[in-house]
C-alpha cells in the first residue's frame, strides 16, 4: 500500500473528488501503474480480446514503461493482443526528430516489446496542414473500429491540461490540431535548445476521446504539479482546468507522489480534514503556513486567529497561543546558524549540527559543475573559512550546457596561446577547423561528437577548478566523478547505473566525510539532480549496510538548487549571509562563464542562474522576518535526510 496512504488513513478523500493514490516516490507510484496495465492486458489475453492502451509521453510515463518492459523480458508479458494510441504528437515535426512522441514510444517502449507494429497509432507530425483535420477524422475512427480505450494513461501539465488540451479546451472536444499555451511550450523547452525551437502547435485527443476510455490513469510526479493536481480533485470541474473534467468519469484514479499531492489539504491542512496527531513537525507546520498566510509575526497570533484558521483542536490540547507561539517561535530560531559544521568548543543542544568532531570532513556534491556555487556558496565559503576539510565532488561534466560558441572560442584562445608560446604543434589547428566545420554544419539537436563533447566538459572542469580555487579549496579536494549515466551527449539521459553507484561509494569511503550535502531539487526538469541523488542515497545506504563504522557518524544534508527553495517549515538549518557574502557569491557564479547570459535548456525561467540564486535566497530571509525573526541580507537553507 502506497506509504502516504497508510499515514492517512483517518481523513481519507473527505475534499477530494477523485480517487488519489499517494505513493512515497514516482518510481513506486510508476511500478504500481504498469501493473495495473500487466493486469488489464493478462485479463484481455485470458479472455482472447484486444487489450487497447491510450498511451501517454513526456518525462511522467517513462519508469512506467521501463517496468513493462522489464515484465516483458523477465515476466513473459505478452504485447501481442494489444493495441495502442497515442495521446498526442508535436506539429510539425518528423518522426526522426529527437523530441517527436513517435521516436519516444518506440525508445521507450515498442522497440523492446512484442507489440505488432500495425498496432501503434500515433497521429502524424508530417501530414501537410490541409490533410489534418482528415487525419485527425481518421484517427477517431481507427479508436472506434478497435471497440475503443480500454485504458487510458495521461499525465497533467502544470497548467492542468492534459494530453495537449490546453485550458479553454471544450469538454466536447476530440481529436484535433490546436495552438499550444506559451506556458506549455516553455515548460517543454528544457527538450530544446531554446523556447524559439519548441513547436507552436500539436495534434492531440480532445477531451471528449479521452472521457470515452473506460478506465482512466492519470500519473502526476513532483513539485511542479501538485498545484495542477489540487485544482483537478478537489476545485469544482472547469474547462479552464482541464484535468478537472475528469472527475465526471465513472472509472478515473490519480496515481501521484508525495511531492505532487503536496498542495491537497489531507497533506498541507491535515487539522481541516479530521483528527491529527499534534508532532512538533505538524505545529511548526501549521502555525507557520497560518502566520504568512494571516501576514502576522508567529508571536502574535492570537486565540481568535487559531479558531478561524481552523487549529482550535490544537488550542485545545496545547492550552493557548501564547505558549504554542513560543514553542514554533523557537523551532525557527533555533533553524538559525552561522556555524554550518557545528560551533566548535560550545554545547548547544537546539543546534542543527553537532559541535564535534572538529574540524570537520564535508564532502558536497554538486549535480552539474555549478550547483555547489549556485546553491550554497555561502555555506561553502563558510565552511572553508570555519576550518572545515572540504571536497566537492562534480557528478556530472554538465557538457551539454555549453554552447558551441564557447568550444571555439576556447579553441581560438589554445592556437593562439601555441603561437605565442612557440610550441609548433598544429593539433589545436586541426581541432579548431574540424569543429568550426562541424558546427557550420551542425543541425538542430544533432548529438556532438566525443572531442566536442569533451572540450565542453573541460570548459566546465576549468570553471569549477577555478570556482574552488575562489573559495579556497585545493586540488586535491577537487573530485570530477563524470557520472556515466549522464554522458549520452542528449538531453535524454540513461537511468542511474551500477557504476554510478560505484564510483559514488569509492569517493565517499575514500574521504569517510562528517557532513555530505547534496542536492534535494528534484524539480530539476532535466532529472539530473535526481539522478544524482539517488546515485548518493543508494551508496551511502550499501556503505552503511555493509557495516562500515564511518558511516554512522556521517550526516547528510540536502539543498535545493537554482529551480525551488525548501518552504520555511522544512527547512532544519538556515545560515545567514551578509551583504557582502551574497556578494562574494556572485561573483564565484560569475567565474562559470560558459552558464553566464545564453544558457542552453534553462526551462521555463529566463532569469541567468546568480539572479535565481540570490532572489531564492533574499526571500528565504525576508520570509523568516516577516515571521518575526532577525531580518538577514540572505539565507542558504537545508534540510537532513535521515537514512
Known amino acids: 500500500m502506497p506509504k502516504s496512504q497508510t499515514a492517512q488513513q483517518n481523513y481519507l478523500d473527505s475534499l477530494e473528488k477523485i480517487d488519489v493514490k499517494i505513493y512515497e516516490n514516482s518510481n513506486d507510484g510508476s511500478i504500481a501503474i504498469a501493473r495495473q496495465i500487466a493486469e488489464l492486458i493478462r485479463a484481455k489475453q485470458k479472455a482472447k480480446q484486444k487489450c487497447v492502451l491510450g498511451l501517454a509521453t513526456g518525462s511522467s510515463p517513462k519508469t512506467v514503461y521501463a517496468e513493462l518492459v522489464r515484465m516483458h523480458k523477465e515476466e513473459k508479458l505478452s ?166 473534467l475528469l472527475q465526471s468519469h465513472p472509472d478515473v484514479q490519480f496515481v501521484v507522489d508525495e511531492l505532487a499531492a503536496s498542495e491537497l489539504t489531507r497533506l498541507k491542512s491535515p487539522w481541516l480534514t479530521g483528527d491529527v496527531e499534534w508532532t512538533p513537525k505538524l505545529i511548526k507546520k501549521a502555525v507557520v503556513n497560518m502566520a504568512l498566510g494571516l501576514k502576522k509575526p508567529v508571536l502574535s497570533l492570537t486565540n481568535e486567529d487559531y479558531n478561524e484558521y481552523g487549529l482550535s483542536d490544537l488550542l485545545v490540547e496545547k492550552g493557548n497561543a501564547y505558549e504554542i507561539n513560543l514553542e514554533v517561535y523557537y523551532m525557527l530560531r533555533d533553524s538559525i546558524t552561522g556555524w554550518p559544521g557545528g560551533k566548535p568548543n560550545a554545547v548547544i543542544p537546539a543546534h542543527p549540527e553537532r559541535s564535534e568532531p572538529y574540524p570537520k570532513r564535508v564532502l558536497i556534491f554538486s549535480p552539474h559543475p555549478d550547483d555547489d556555487i549556485i546553491s550554497m556558496g555561502g555555506t561553502f ?62 543541425k538542430p539537436n544533432q548529438v556532438d561528437t566525443p572531442t566536442i563533447r569533451e572540450i565542453k566538459g573541460l570548459i566546465r572542469r576549468g570553471e569549477a577548478s577555478a570556482t574552488c580555487r575562489y573559495v579556497g579549496i585545493p586540488d586535491s579536494n577537487i573530485h570530477f566523478m563524470n557520472l556515466p549515466f549522464y554522458e549520452t551527449g542528449t538531453i535524454e539521459k540513461k537511468p542511474l547505473g551500477e557504476k554510478d553507484i560505484k564510483i559514488t561509494m569509492e569517493l565517499l569511503r575514500r574521504i569517510k566525510p562528517h557532513q555530505v550535502f547534496c542536492a534535494g531539487d528534484f524539480a530539476d526538469p532535466h532529472g539530473t539532480h535526481l539522478v544524482c541523488f539517488n546515485a548518493v542515497l543508494t551508496a551511502l545506504q550499501r556503505i552503511k549496510a555493509a557495516g562500515d563504522e564511518w558511516v554512522k557518524d556521517c550526516w547528510l544534508w540536502l539543498y535545493k538548487g537554482a529551480w525551488q527553495e525548501w518552504n520555511i517549515e522544512e527547512i532544519e538549518m538556515a545560515i545567514p549571509m551578509s551583504p557582502e557574502q551574497v556578494l562574494k557569491k556572485r561573483f564565484g557564479i560569475f567565474i562559470h562563464q560558459s552558464q553566464k547570459d545564453m544558457v542552453p535548456f534553462q526551462g521555463s525561467d529566463n532569469r541567468e542562474f546568480w539572479q535565481r540564486a540570490e532572489e531564492r535566497n533574499a526571500n528565504t530571509a525576508a520570509i523568516y522576518a516577516d515571521l518575526g525573526l532577525t531580518h538577514y541580507a540572505a539565507m542558504e537553507a537545508f534540510v537532513r535526510w535521515h537514512y
Open 79 to 244: 504485447f501481442k493482443n494489444v493495441v495502442t494510441f497515442n495521446l498526442d504528437e508535436y506539429y510539425p515535426i518528423s518522426r526522426d526528430a529527437i523530441q517527436s512522441y513517435y521516436r519516444f514510444m518506440h525508445t521507450h517502449l515498442f522497440a523492446h516489446v512484442d507489440i505488432h507494429p500495425k498496432n501503434i497509432h500515433i497521429p502524424s507530425g508530417e501530414v501537410s496542414k490541409e490533410a489534418v483535420k482528415a487525419a485527425c477524422a481518421e484517427y477517431e475512427k481507427e479508436i472506434e473500429k478497435e471497440g475503443g480505450i480500454d485504458l487510458q494513461i495521461l499525465g497533467i501539465g502544470n497548467n492542468g491540461h492534459i494530453g495537449f488540451n490546453e485550458p479553454g479546451s471544450a469538454v466536447h472536444s476530440r481529436t484535433r490540431l490546436i495552438n499550444l499555451d506559451h506556458s506549455t511550450r516553455l515548460a517543454n523547452s528544457f527538450e530544446f535548445a531554446t523556447i524559439s525551437d519548441v513547436p507552436r502547435m500539436a495534434i492531440t485527443m480532445g477531451i471528449s476521446t479521452i472521457l470515452k476510455s473506460r478506465k482512466i490513469i492519470l500519473m502526476a510526479w513532483g513539485v511542479a504539479k501538485a498545484k495542477a493536481v489540487k485544482a483537478a480533485v478537489e476545485d469544482d470541474e472547469t474547462e479552464l482546468v482541464p484535468a478537472s
Open 381 to 442: 565559503q563558510r565552511l572553508h573559512d570555519q576550518g572545515h576539510d572540504v571536497h566537492v565532488g562534480y557528478q556530472t561534466s554538465g557538457n551539454i550546457a555549453v554552447t558551441d560558441e564557447f568550444v571555439t572560442r576556447f579553441l581560438d584562445f589554445a592556437v593562439g596561446f601555441n603561437e605565442i608560446a612557440k610550441i609548433g604543434s598544429d593539433k589545436p589547428e586541426k581541432i579548431l577547423a574540424q569543429t568550426r566545420k562541424y558546427v557550420a554544419g551542425k
